[in-house]
Structure formats: structure tokens, C-alpha cells
């Protein structure tokens, strides 16, 4: 062992020593402590002794059991380790708790690795971060083989940000681009979304395995006058769906027959009213199970179960008009019990108002008619009792003519008074509230009066036949 020492008073100020292993120590202080060591490997450990490094590697370690800088003279790479370092065949730990790494590897990439071990034992390490040399970076992932044209963030198993050129960036699932085609990096669907010459736009592609071939299909486009395109690549052309937006509305367009088509969904900010339905010249129709079952035709009216007026009912439905192929049911679910009429063709070229869906209380008007009809037949009914003392009761109806006072003033009417025929015919009566009053009316069935005016004459006649037969 040879030592040479300076000072400048008996107390030993600096100290180089060198012993048959081949290691030599720099020492400082009045009691020597190492500062530098150069070990036979010609590795370097400052305030530390170097350990037991690879021969291929070239190291300057520092701080006992924290940071190391390693250099791997055989294959051109260098690292930075903490709390680790590598005996030419594993990754050792120094003190147990994490350890980590970065560096430049031998194929151009920089690399960041982490990950936890036990004093002395192997230590395993995760590769978390990696800058390739075409200055791709991955995020738990080493990038896939991106063509130099583009730059790429690449994350988790198969996500990746990427520029496509000064104007073009995206993000996408699944995929990446070799300068020829977009390849599936895992096996399963792809996707990309991103902002391309002007536009956004959303692609989709089928499920495949790793390695193959991407065939993607542009399936939305939002264009940069706002126009949202489903299934379309330019919106405003109106090639097959598109959605657009403006002020509180947006539209749907598709083609026809060569013919474009607008449906409109929106609302009026300045009316404050919602609207549904067609811009362009054409019918709003509502369907179910893919099947149409009304529309709205061009003049307005709406259809039932037909897609146009037939011919000789047009005249009656010039615009704004209702027309029915089947039956019209109007109810009323309020109360106790349902109530409805049923308007229909039943038979016959005949139409029936039906009351409670039963067809034996309702009216029918027949073909070429100018009056209703009502259902009479005897086998649908309860005979309770004759009617009785007719002439007298009919004697004190009033029969008057009047106005209602809703009228104009010049309007005739011929009445009689619900008031009077309650008095013998209640039957004939009933109360009830009309839309514009708060408070219950008498209502009379003129209909109905007419059994009291037929007994009435029955009696009137059997009085003439007694004095004639005198």
C-alpha cells in the first residue's frame, strides 16, 4: 500500500492512498474519510464505494444508496440508476424500496424505468416512458413503428395522440401509421378522432388482429361552418344524413329519389315556440315498427292510415283537414269511468258515432242521408212503462222563437225550454257545463221529445175517435 499526504500542520489535510487490489481512495479531514474512490474496474464512487458494476459498464456512483451515472462502453448506452445497480447480469437493489432508471439505449431511444426491490436481491423494473429516435414518445408502452412524417405520444396499451402534419392532429384507438396503411396494434376495433383540413372527424373501423390492416370508415363530420354530418363527409351537400345547427335549431338531411329533403327540429327564441317538421316540400310522416301509420301532407292535412286523400273526398280537404282510413276515437279517461265516441265506417258506406263503445247507443249517418239515425231496434231494449197523460204535458211546453244571447241580434231561433220538458219529460234533460261557462246548463235532446209528441197524438186521436163515434 502506498499513501502520499499534505498538510500544513501535523493534522492531515488531504490523503491519497492506493492498496494491491488496484483501488485508489482520496481522502480529505483532520480524521481521513473517503471522498473519492477508483475502483479496479475504473469505476468512480463519490462518497461511496463503487459496487459491483458489470465489467462492460463504466460507472460514477454517488451518495451511498441514492444516484448512479453508468455507461455501457460495448453497446453505446447510458443510464442514470437510483438505489440500483447492475453485476453484469441483473439489476441489483441497494436498499430495499424503489428503485428507478433513464437513460439512452443502443437503438437511439430514451427510456424511463421504475419499480421497488429488496436490499441485494434482483430488481425488477417496468418500462414507464420511451422517446424512440424518431421522436415518437410512448406512456407505459414502447411506440409502435410510426412513419418519420409523423410524430406521435403513443399511451397504454394501444391509445396515441399524433400530428399528421402542420394542420392535421388526432387521437386515436388502436392503431398507427407505417407510411402506408394504419395497422391494429392489439387485436379488437379501432377508432380515430381528430381535427383534419378544416373540419373535425370521427373514423371507425371493424375489429381485427394485431398486425393487420386498418380500413377505417368516416362515420361523423362536423365541418367548419358548424354543420354536424352522421354517416356523411360533407354535411352541407346533404349526400345522406347530416344535422344542422343554427341559433336554437338544428336539421336533418338526407336525399330522396335525387331529391333533398329537410326535416327541422328547433325552437324560436324571439316566439319562444318549439317546431317539428319539414323545411322542403315534402309530407312529415310518423311511423312505428318501420311502418307509416299518419303523416302530414304538403296542404296540411293530416292522415290516418293513408297517404293521401282519396279521390272525391279531395274537395272536402283543401288544406287543414283531418282524414281517417279506419275509425276516430275521441275519450275521455277523467272521472270514474272511461268515456269516448268512436267515429267510424261501419257498414254500408255508413259512418257511426258510437257512444261508450257500445254500438247500441250511438247515431249513424248513412250514405246520401241528411239526418242521423239513432239505434231503436225493440230486442235492444227494457220497455219500463208507457208514457202517460202526453197531451197534458205537452200543453205546457212553450214553443217560442229566441236568440241565444251569444247571438247576433238580428239571429232567429226555434226553442223549446229545457225547463218546461223537465217539468214531464226529465228523460229528454240533462245538466251539464258547455266550454264557456263555469256553471251547469239544462241540455235538452230535441230527439227525445218526440215518444212525448207521438203519445200526445195517439191520445188526441183516440179522443176524436170516441166523439166521432157518437
Same mark, same amino acid.
Given at each position: 500500500? /502506498? @499513501?502520499? /499526504?499534505?498538510?500544513?500542520?501535523?493534522?492531515?489535510?488531504?490523503?491519497?492512498?492506493?492498496?494491491?487490489?488496484?483501488?485508489?481512495?482520496?481522502?480529505?479531514?483532520?480524521?481521513?474519510?473517503?471522498?473519492?474512490?477508483?475502483?479496479?474496474?475504473? #469505476?468512480?464512487?463519490?462518497?461511496?464505494?463503487?459496487?459491483?458494476?458489470?465489467?462492460?459498464?463504466?460507472?460514477?456512483?454517488? &451518495?451511498?444508496?441514492?444516484?448512479?451515472?453508468?455507461?455501457?462502453?460495448?453497446?453505446?448506452?447510458?443510464?442514470?440508476?437510483?438505489?440500483?445497480?447492475?453485476?453484469?447480469?441483473?439489476?441489483?437493489?441497494?436498499?430495499?424500496g424503489y428503485i428507478g432508471?433513464?437513460?439512452?439505449?443502443? @437503438?437511439?431511444?430514451?427510456?424511463w424505468y421504475n419499480g421497488s426491490g429488496t436490499a441485494g436481491t434482483t430488481s425488477s423494473l417496468t418500462q414507464a416512458m420511451t422517446l424512440d429516435a424518431s421522436g415518437n414518445f410512448g406512456l407505459g408502452v414502447t411506440p409502435s413503428a410510426w412513419t418519420s412524417t409523423m410524430k406521435a405520444i403513443q399511451f397504454g396499451a394501444s391509445g396515441a395522440l399524433y400530428a399528421g402534419n402542420s394542420t392535421n392532429n388526432y387521437l386515436a384507438s388502436n392503431?398507427?401509421?407505417? &407510411?402506408? #396503411?394504419?395497422?391494429?396494434?392489439?387485436?379488437?376495433?379501432?377508432?380515430?378522432?381528430?381535427?383534419? !383540413?378544416?373540419?373535425?372527424?370521427?373514423?371507425?373501423?371493424? /375489429?381485427?388482429?394485431?398486425?393487420a390492416t386498418n380500413s377505417f370508415t368516416q362515420a361523423m363530420t362536423l365541418d367548419a361552418s358548424g354543420n354536424l354530418g352522421i354517416g356523411t363527409t360533407s354535411p352541407s351537400s346533404y349526400a345522406k344524413l347530416a344535422v344542422i345547427h343554427t341559433d336554437y335549431s338544428f336539421g336533418v338531411f338526407g336525399t330522396t329519389n335525387g331529391t333533398d329533403v329537410t326535416m327541422n327540429i328547433g325552437s324560436n327564441s324571439v316566439?319562444?315556440?318549439?317546431?317539428?317538421?319539414?323545411i322542403t316540400n315534402h309530407p312529415f310522416i310518423f311511423q312505428? %315498427?318501420?311502418?307509416?301509420?299518419?303523416?302530414?301532407?304538403?296542404?296540411? #292535412?293530416?292522415?290516418?292510415?293513408?297517404?293521401?286523400?282519396?279521390?272525391?273526398?279531395?274537395?272536402?280537404?283543401?288544406?287543414?283537414?283531418?282524414?281517417? !282510413?279506419?275509425?276516430?276515437?275521441?275519450?275521455?279517461?277523467?272521472?270514474?269511468?272511461?268515456?269516448?265516441?268512436?267515429?267510424?265506417?261501419?257498414?254500408?258506406?255508413?259512418?257511426?258515432?258510437?257512444? %261508450?263503445?257500445?254500438?247500441?247507443?250511438?247515431?249513424?249517418?248513412?250514405?246520401?242521408?241528411?239526418?242521423?239515425?239513432?239505434?231503436?231496434?225493440?230486442?235492444?231494449?227494457?220497455?219500463?212503462?208507457?208514457? @202517460?197523460?202526453? @197531451?197534458?204535458?205537452?200543453?205546457?211546453?212553450?214553443?217560442?222563437?229566441?236568440k241565444y244571447k251569444s247571438d247576433e241580434p238580428d239571429k232567429r231561433r226555434s226553442f223549446l225550454i229545457a225547463q218546461d220538458v223537465q217539468a214531464v219529460l226529465p228523460e229528454a234533460v240533462s245538466e251539464g257545463i258547455s266550454p264557456n261557462n263555469t256553471e251547469a246548463n239544462l241540455w235538452l235532446a230535441y230527439q227525445d221529445v218526440i215518444p212525448l209528441l207521438v203519445a200526445a197524438i195517439k191520445e188526441l186521436n183516440t179522443r176524436l175517435e170516441a166523439v166521432e163515434n157518437k
Open positions: 500500500m /502506498s @499513501t502520499i /499526504s499534505a498538510s500544513t500542520t501535523t493534522t492531515t489535510a488531504f490523503k491519497i492512498t492506493t492498496d494491491t487490489t488496484g483501488t485508489l481512495v482520496f481522502q480529505t479531514g483532520a480524521s481521513p474519510t473517503t471522498a473519492v474512490t477508483f475502483d479496479g474496474s475504473q #469505476n468512480v464512487g463519490v462518497g461511496a464505494t463503487p459496487s459491483a458494476w458489470g465489467s462492460g459498464v463504466k460507472v460514477i456512483e454517488f &451518495g451511498g444508496s441514492t444516484g448512479y451515472v453508468a455507461f455501457n462502453g460495448t453497446n453505446a448506452s447510458g443510464y442514470t440508476y437510483y438505489n440500483m445497480w447492475y453485476d453484469g447480469t441483473n439489476n441489483k437493489t441497494k436498499q430495499t432508471a433513464n437513460g439512452f439505449t443502443a @437503438t437511439g431511444q430514451h427510456v392503431t398507427f401509421f407505417n &407510411g402506408t #396503411n394504419q395497422i391494429k396494434i392489439v387485436t379488437g376495433a379501432s377508432g380515430i378522432f381528430g381535427y383534419e !383540413d378544416g373540419s373535425w372527424k370521427w373514423f371507425t373501423a371493424a /375489429s381485427g388482429s394485431a398486425g316566439t319562444q315556440a318549439s317546431y317539428l317538421g319539414t312505428t %315498427n318501420s311502418t307509416e301509420r299518419s303523416r302530414i301532407d304538403t296542404s296540411g #292535412n293530416f292522415l290516418v292510415g293513408a297517404t293521401s286523400i282519396p279521390t272525391g273526398s279531395s274537395s272536402f280537404a283543401a288544406g287543414n283537414s283531418i282524414y281517417v !282510413d279506419g275509425n276516430l276515437l275521441i275519450g275521455n279517461s277523467g272521472g270514474t269511468s272511461t268515456t269516448f265516441f268512436r267515429w267510424d265506417g261501419y257498414i254500408n258506406s255508413m259512418y257511426g258515432l258510437w257512444n %261508450n263503445g257500445s254500438t247500441d247507443t250511438g247515431v249513424r249517418l248513412d250514405s246520401g242521408s241528411t239526418s242521423w239515425a239513432a239505434s231503436s231496434d225493440e230486442r235492444l231494449k227494457d220497455i219500463i212503462e208507457p208514457i @202517460t197523460d202526453a @197531451t197534458e204535458k205537452v200543453s205546457t211546453l212553450r214553443a217560442v222563437i229566441g
